[in-house]
T-cell receptor
Framework: AQKVTQAQTEISVVEKEDVTLDCVYE???????LFWYKQPPSGELVFLIR??????QNEISGRYSWNFQKSTSSFNFTITASQVVDSAVYFC??????????????FGKGTKLSVKP | EAQVTQNPRYLITVTGKKLTVTCSQN?????MSWYRQDPGLGLRQIYY???????DKGDVPEGYKVSRKEKRNFPLILESPSPNQTSLYFC????????????FGPGTRLTVT
């Protein structure tokens, strides 16, 4: 069965610190997708990134970077020089990629990040 | 503007009173789904639809119904709401079921007393 574990329930940092949010997943599929979503205090879900299981290159987008390691089944998310606006709940999610799959997103329970000024 | 809309955004109701939460997308997406979000549990899929007239259960379908008569709309129906259905509900859509980029609606906060 598929499963996503975000072991960090809450993290608190001071502005400008770097912070890494951990995500560990379980799947028996060889082809799958991994996602990160941000949920700010306003409640909406904001798509951050999608990676497929064949692409292990790390990705950087501004202050955000993602480290995908199949060997450890991890897809960690790092925010460099955190800002107060980064305060949110962050969800990691996993989806199968079988042809015709209904594409259910399996979400982790989320990590609440608080960035203090 | 590409978007998924949900109505109402907030709803307080009583046990047993039927309600419908509407969801509409303007991107001609085939795939739509409903999730509920509960503290400490993350988001869990309720129902999904691969296309018009094609729906199926997700992980937590009990107590819910859906329909997909038009491509753009995917309403969530609670025939007899109960307090354990108090939750934050999200509708989502994507072009296909491979979820290349799944767009989420703004959420509907439902309280059943």
């Amino acid at each position: 069965a598929q499963k996503v574990t975000q072991a960090q329930t809450e993290i608190s940092v001071v502005e400008k610190e770097d912070v890494t949010l951990d995500c560990v997943y379980e799947t028996r599929d060889t082809t799958y997708y991994l996602f990160w979503y941000k949920q700010p205090p306003s409640g909406e879900l904001v798509f951050l990134i999608r990676r497929n299981s064949f692409d292990e290159q790390n990705e950087i987008s501004g202050r955000y970077s993602w480290n995908f390691q199949k060997s450890t089944s991890s897809f960690n998310f790092t925010i460099t020089a955190s800002q107060v606006v980064d305060s949110a709940v962050y969800f990691c999610a996993l989806s199968e990629a079988k042809w015709g799959s209904q594409g259910n997103l399996i979400f982790g329970k989320g990590t609440k990040l608080s960035v203090k000024p | 503007e590409a978007q998924v809309t949900q109505n109402p955004r907030y709803l307080i109701t009583v046990t047993g009173k039927k309600l419908t939460v509407t969801c509409s997308q303007n991107m001609n997406h085939e795939y739509m789904s409903w999730y509920r979000q509960d503290p400490g549990l993350g988001l869990r899929q309720i129902y999904y639809s691969m296309n018009v007239e094609v729906t199926d259960k997700g992980d937590v379908p009990e107590g819910y119904k859906v329909s997909r008569k038009e491509k753009r709309n995917f309403p969530l129906i609670l025939e007899s709401p109960s307090p354990n259905q108090t939750s934050l509900y999200f509708c989502a859509s994507s072009l296909t079921g491979d979820l290349y980029e799944q767009y989420f609606g703004p959420g509907t906060r439902l309280t059943v007393t």
